[in-house]
């Protein structure tokens, strides 16, 4: 996918607290959650909003983290998709979940 938001950590399923030197291989000792992990939460978040709809800005308010990583993390995910056209603003594009 190129490169990642620096809010990601290098390797993709992992939590990044180790580094290449102590033996782990695709770990940058970082502590940046990789994206799959983060996509993972976002997915379950989405799915037990029920009613209320998921958006970037929610999801980037309750993560904690910039809207634009959000957005790489529902990308990422093969379950989600964002939902809105080019002329709404990134914090106010629905994140839905394929199915839905």
Same mark, same amino acid.
């Given at each position: 996918?190129?490169?990642?938001?620096?809010?990601? +950590? !290098?390797?993709? &399923?992992?939590?990044?607290?180790?580094?290449? #030197?102590?033996?782990?291989?695709? /770990?940058? @000792?970082?502590?940046?959650?990789?994206?799959?992990?983060?996509s993972s939460a976002l997915q379950f978040w989405v799915?037990?909003?029920?009613?209320?709809?998921?958006?970037? +800005? !929610?999801?980037? &308010?309750?993560?904690?983290?910039?809207?634009? #990583?959000?957005?790489?993390?529902? /990308?990422? @995910?093969?379950?989600?998709?964002?939902a809105g056209t080019d002329d709404v603003p990134l914090?106010?594009?629905r994140i839905e979940l394929d199915g839905e």
């Amino acid at each position: 996918m190129g490169t990642r938001h620096k809010f990601f +950590g !290098a390797d993709d &399923d992992s939590y990044n607290i180790h580094d290449a #030197a102590d033996g782990y291989d695709g /770990e940058d @000792g970082s502590g940046r959650p990789g994206i799959a992990l983060v996509s993972s939460a976002l997915q379950f978040w989405v799915g037990q909003r029920k009613s209320d709809i998921a958006t970037v +800005g !929610a999801a980037a &308010d309750a993560f904690h983290m910039p809207p634009e #990583a959000v957005r790489e993390a529902v /990308e990422y @995910g093969p379950w989600m998709l964002l939902a809105g056209t080019d002329d709404v603003p990134l914090r106010d594009m629905r994140i839905e979940l394929d199915g839905e």
